[in-house]
DNA sequence: GTCTATAAACTGATAGAC
DNA sequence: GTCTATCAGTTTATAGAC
């Protein structure tokens, strides 16, 4: 448990990452409870003792996948704080770290959304739920900081932001569950850009003009 | 097997159905991988060999309790076919009754929603895909249909449909797994109108008179 | 650190009596 | 139909040699 932070945060071909990189592929795969530590060390190329010397339990080396995943999505959050730039170029640039910080680690973000929205499996609990409502009530926020500036229509901000939260949400879950009819990037960003024709105050003028109204 | 359908489809006080009742909450509550053919039998007060005698296997049961909310789900799709009333209309309706299929039965909609989204834990395959997609291609073809009769803004389809599929599937998912934070029916259906009123050609004139516009 | 060998409990499933 | 008793295989986890 010393070693676990190496410099780079992340794997080298060591005995411990190799069976973090396992187990990370048979969790993700077929679930937490269905996978054996068996398999896992199997898949890493050792024994059993090796496991249970590094991470004490199955619990143990769960806990340090997800612990690293939630810590990872967390620091995603900080793309919102900055308020220098306005609030539709934020959210586009939480969606793009978001939709990197998945598509980079898919098998890592499944095991976590199978948590987040799916039965325990047995497995230790840990309050993923916490991280994915700051993630709604950040966008909550910049919703209602862009109808009080102007740059966003009025109207009841977090209806609005269900919508963007479903929007993005919906593609990360296709990305990561379906990815043969998933949205890619450039997908997710022109659905973005029909929630911003809708919602945003230039947004309505250029859709006006599309449609050239009365 | 035989006696598997009985006439109103659902459950009475049968050894049968208190078997087909306990495996639903256990399989929702820790998933079909962490439970156990002993916790489902003791639970639904009988032995094991009951169980193998009304369901041949666990996976007996559980392809059981999943065929028949597909079926229940599939069936929910009819609410589009009848072109009687306006695409809006007949989207609220469809949002309505599969918001009430899920609400009604949260604990197999949960499992499903784990088979969907999640590893398969072990379970046998069932296509769920299939009936989400299908879902999602009714919709689309709703959103084509509004937007050539003039119902709804010009657009591409597409994206439109992920932002309406996007609204749904969310709150779907909140009521599912974090109620709490989840929308009622009230609160979806004001989503929904945010949609409207962002897609549909009376929806933003609607728009247009509350911003008092230029 | 990594191995062989094994413990102790649990798993899905069944035989056979009633 | 429902039970008791039990099977064979797997599970997580560990003792102890190297």
Redesign the pocket.
């Given at each position: 448990m010393s070693?676990a932070a190496t410099p780079a945060e992340h794997l080298d071909n060591?005995?411990?990452d190799r069976l973090l990189q396992a187990a990370v592929d048979l969790f993700a795969e077929k679930g937490y409870?269905a996978?054996?530590?068996?398999?896992i060390?199997a898949a890493a190329?050792?024994?059993?003792?090796?496991?249970?010397?590094?991470f004490?339990?199955?619990?143990?080396i769960y806990l340090e996948i997800m612990t690293r995943a939630s810590n990872d999505l967390q620091a995603n959050l900080e793309a919102i704080s900055d308020r220098a730039s306005s609030v539709w170029e934020r959210l586009l640039k939480l969606a793009d770290t978001t939709y990197n910080a998945y598509s980079e680690n898919i098998k890592t973000m499944k095991i976590m959304h199978a948590m987040m929205f799916g039965p325990p499996q047995g497995a230790p609990f840990v309050d993923f739920n916490a991280v994915y409502w700051a993630f709604h009530q950040a966008v909550e926020a910049m919703v209602k900081e862009g109808m009080h500036n102007g740059e966003m229509l009025p109207g009841d901000p977090k209806n609005v932001t269900w919508v963007l939260m479903g929007t993005v949400h919906l593609a990360m879950e296709m990305a990561l569950c379906q990815p043969e009819k998933a949205l890619d990037r450039q997908g997710l960003r022109e659905v973005l850009e029909v929630n911003h024709r809708a919602f945003w105050a230039r947004g309505l003028a250029n859709q006006r003009e599309n449609r050239n109204d009365d």
């Open positions: 070693e060591s005995v411990r409870a996978t054996s530590v068996r398999e060390v190329g050792v024994t059993k003792p090796v496991l249970y010397y590094y004490q339990s199955k619990e143990g």
